[in-house]
């Protein structure tokens, strides 16, 4: 049978899948294993498929609890979000900082819910009101920052405490990640946030952009590759989220180390 690394590496979703299927078929109790077809799992957005791993692997190994508190959570904050992007629920503002981030969440759940007069309104106000946020991304300096999807612009995603929502950039103070280490880490990126409050949180960001999951490219689902297509509002992003610095150059989330604000 073929490996499912090699699989995953060329891009065969669905052979890989297929290869771990049936190697923790064939060894139910090969933890390895497991831990892979969980995170791969999490990559095709088959969240119950990825609790169902989770709660087998802490039946293996106590071990393995903290890892499956911490990702059903996420799992629980990525079924929230998918329930906003369908209009189901309002999108969550996890910090709010002026009511400008206020106009830019309001603006989201309106367009989400087909109302797009609303939407723009408060997206041009949320926009208009929205301060430079100058500082450096890694080694590089800019003068300002947002999201190259304009249903986001001037915030960024993020799971805080179980809790998936916007944050703006200008309520920030630093975010530091060390990369992505395993595959589960290009649905979250885990980072450090520390707010201008000073306030310090863990958090993880979702690294691709809402529907990914739903694609049938390799490359966007593991977030290699972005793709955009044309939405109610605009451009909207598929694949790994991109970050538009001031001097035009944007940047994958998945090469975030070090962004501070001045």
Same mark, same amino acid.
């Given at each position: ?42 990559? =095709? #957005? ?33 079924? %929230? ?5 369908? #209009? ?25 819910? #087909? ?20 500082? /450096? ?25 179980? /809790? ?29 946030? %520390?707010?201008?409050?000073?306030? +310090? ?40 989220? =991109?970050?538009? =610095? +001031? ?16």
């Amino acid at each position: 049978m073929p490996n499912a690394d090699d699989l995953l590496r060329a891009g065969d979703l669905d052979g890989a899948r297929q290869a771990l299927v049936e190697r923790v078929r064939r060894a139910p109790d090969d933890q390895p294993s497991r831990m892979f077809l969980f995170q791969l799992f999490c990559i =095709l #957005g088959e969240w119950d498929k990825a609790k169902a791993q989770l709660k087998v692997l802490t039946q293996l190994s106590p071990e393995a609890q903290m890892l499956a508190v911490a990702y059903n959570l996420a799992i629980d904050a990525e079924i %929230e979000r998918e329930k906003a992007f369908a #209009g189901q629920v309002p999108p969550a503002l996890l910090v709010n900082t002026s009511p400008w981030a206020g106009d830019l969440a309001v603006a989201l759940g309106a367009g989400l819910q #087909g109302r797009i007069d609303d939407a723009e309104a408060a997206r041009l106000r949320a926009f208009d009101a929205a301060p430079d946020t100058p500082g /450096r991304f890694n080694d590089q300096d800019f003068d300002w920052i947002a999201d190259a999807d304009p249903r986001f612009g001037p915030a960024f995603e993020a799971v805080i405490h179980g /809790r998936w929502g916007l944050v703006p950039f200008d309520a920030v103070r630093k975010i530091t990640s060390d990369g992505p280490q395993d595959l589960r880490d290009l649905v979250w990126l885990p980072v450090e946030i %520390e707010f201008k409050t000073g306030q +310090g949180v863990a958090a993880i960001l979702p690294v691709r952009y809402p529907a990914t999951q739903d694609a049938t490219d390799a490359n966007l689902l593991l977030a290699r590759a972005t793709d955009w297509r044309e939405g109610s509002r605009g451009a909207e992003g598929l694949g790994q989220k =991109l970050w538009s =610095l +001031g001097n035009g150059e944007d940047v994958g989330i998945l090469a975030l180390r070090h962004l501070a604000f001045a």
